[in-house]
């Protein structure tokens, strides 16, 4: 049976800082890999609100500005191709980064500004919104390691090359706390094309189809080691 391949951690140029490739042309690099869909996880960090967005406009301007990696992403995937909003959150009282799925833009703009919120506040809202948080590459350099039971599980396999990731470490961490775990290319760039990802045993149209299948049997993508059940 065909899985459905799907990038978890994938950045535009559009929207996040470090990112190289358009979103158009991330939606094609992807569809020529063999991936059925893409998760557009932006950076929503101090970096991204102080380069790309003027923070003396409206935030729901802001949040226009904010979108534009995913809704560029959206427009160009057409009918045979899923694209999902996510976003790599940054909060202002740590350097950790959060993957965060199962957003909408009509969530981020009712919940405003995030940044200054701790991350205890952030997990609160976001299950309350039905989404999931896990944290990024959490034993990369000058990442703090958060309560396991904050979370909703943690990036197992981080494929980017120009960062280390220390995986095995995320692997271990995982397994000794029965933390859910994904895997993510952390795109920027061509060299991270098709680096890591999740294949679900069933297609993923939706952000509700997402969270649900984040709670089920999955594999992860991962060079090393492929497989991941729970």
């Not at 939606?27 to 003027?54: A, C, L, N």
């Not at 996510?86 to 969530?107: A, K, P």
Request: glycine letters at 8%.
């Amino acid at each position: 049976m065909k899985q459905f391949l799907l990038e978890m951690h994938l950045h535009t140029s559009e929207t996040s800082n470090c990112g190289r490739i358009s979103a158009v042309d991330a939606v094609r690099m992807y569809k020529e890999k063999g991936y059925d869909g893409i998760v557009v996880t932006d950076h929503y960090s101090s970096g991204t609100f102080k380069r790309k967005i003027p923070r003396d406009l409206p935030y729901k301007k802001q949040l226009e500005i904010y979108l534009k990696g995913y809704r560029t992403a959206l427009k160009a995937a057409g009918d045979d191709f899923t694209v999902l909003l996510g976003m790599e959150l940054s909060l202002n009282e740590t350097d950790n980064d959060y993957l965060v799925y199962g957003i909408t833009e009509e969530f981020l703009l009712e919940a405003g500004y995030l940044l200054d919120m701790s991350i205890e506040d952030f997990v609160e809202l976001a299950h309350n919104n039905g989404c999931l948080v896990y944290q990024a590459h959490p034993f990369r350099r000058h990442m703090t390691i958060v309560q396991p039971e904050l979370l909703d599980g943690i990036e197992v396999y981080n494929g980017n090359p120009r960062s280390k990731s220390n995986n095995e470490f995320s692997f271990m961490w995982a397994a000794k706390y029965g933390l859910r775990g994904i895997s993510g290319s952390d795109f920027h760039q061509l060299k991270d094309l098709a680096c890591g990802g999740i294949a679900f045993p069933e297609p993923v149209r939706t952000n509700e189809e997402l969270v649900k299948a984040l709670k089920g049997r999955y594999n992860l993508i991962v060079p090393q080691d492929p497989t991941y059940n729970d």
